[in-house]
């Protein structure tokens, strides 16, 4: 059974980097027929892709968080991670990680989300 | 971007009734080289991660309840639930996967009347 689930530090201050892992069993990550997708969702809000990982390393990420994205992953521990630079509080949401079917497809598996606040 | 436009904001339909929920693409996601629509629909409950529950705009996840379907092609696609049951109080997201960035619907809220 495909499971996701996210970690991290809960509490991010202003300015610094948000840093997150999101564990993966039941498949692994360097399978050739997913892409690993950061999502996130402001509280009480919509639902904004931030970007994926492919098992290659290739990337690709929304312009709209202008340079400020890394995802990469750890096959090892089949794992992958987002970094998140430069924070404010409009960064503060719930940080989903998931899987979707090729680099254009829908996320069939999500993990349960890790809130992030933005706070001094 | 491709900007996805639900309506309506919220909807309240009886037990047992019909409800149906629309989404608008600014642009097409019919990809003409296998004439399919890059469209899926989501379900998020109460504290929880959304749920897959259509694909291809008209495709049923498995394990999703055939009183949900999906409809539509190009720009125009409806999300439509048969018969309303308790559980399915939630909010739904259409999203298209057409193109990178991958973009959602502001989200329905459909409640019980």
């Known amino acids: 059974q495909v499971q996701l689930q996210e970690s991290g530090p809960g509490l991010v201050k202003p300015s610094e980097t948000l840093s997150l892992t999101c564990t993966v069993s039941g498949v692994s990550v360097s399978s050739g027929s997913f892409y690993w997708t950061w999502i996130r969702q402001p509280p009480g809000k919509g639902l904004e892709w931030i970007g994926h990982?492919?098992?290659?390393?290739?990337?690709d990420y929304n312009p709209s968080l202008k340079g400020r994205v890394t995802i990469s992953l750890d096959t090892s521990n089949n794992q992958f991670s987002l970094k998140l630079s430069s924070v404010t509080a409009a960064d503060t949401a719930i940080y989903y990680c998931?899987?979707?079917?090729?680099?254009?497809?829908?996320?069939?598996?999500w993990g349960q989300g890790t809130l992030v606040t933005v706070s001094s | 971007d491709i900007v996805m436009t639900q309506s309506p904001d919220s909807l309240a339909v009886s037990l047992g009734e019909r409800a149906t929920i629309n989404c608008k693409s600014s642009q097409s996601v019919l990809y003409r080289s296998d004439n399919k629509n890059y469209l899926a629909w989501y379900q998020q409950k109460l504290g929880q991660p959304p749920k897959l529950l259509i694909y291809w705009a008209s495709t049923r996840e498995s394990g999703v309840p055939d009183r949900f379907s999906g409809s539509g092609s190009g720009t125009h696609f409806t999300l439509t639930i048969s018969s309303l049951q308790a559980e399915d109080v939630a909010v739904y997201y259409c999203?298209?996967?057409?193109?990178?960035?991958?973009?959602f619907g502001q989200g329905t809220k459909l409640e019980i009347k």
């Open positions: 999203q298209q996967y057409y193109s990178t960035p991958q973009t």
């Open positions: 998931a899987r979707n079917k090729g680099r254009s497809g829908f996320f069939d598996y």
């Open positions: 990982v492919y098992f290659t390393g290739s990337t």
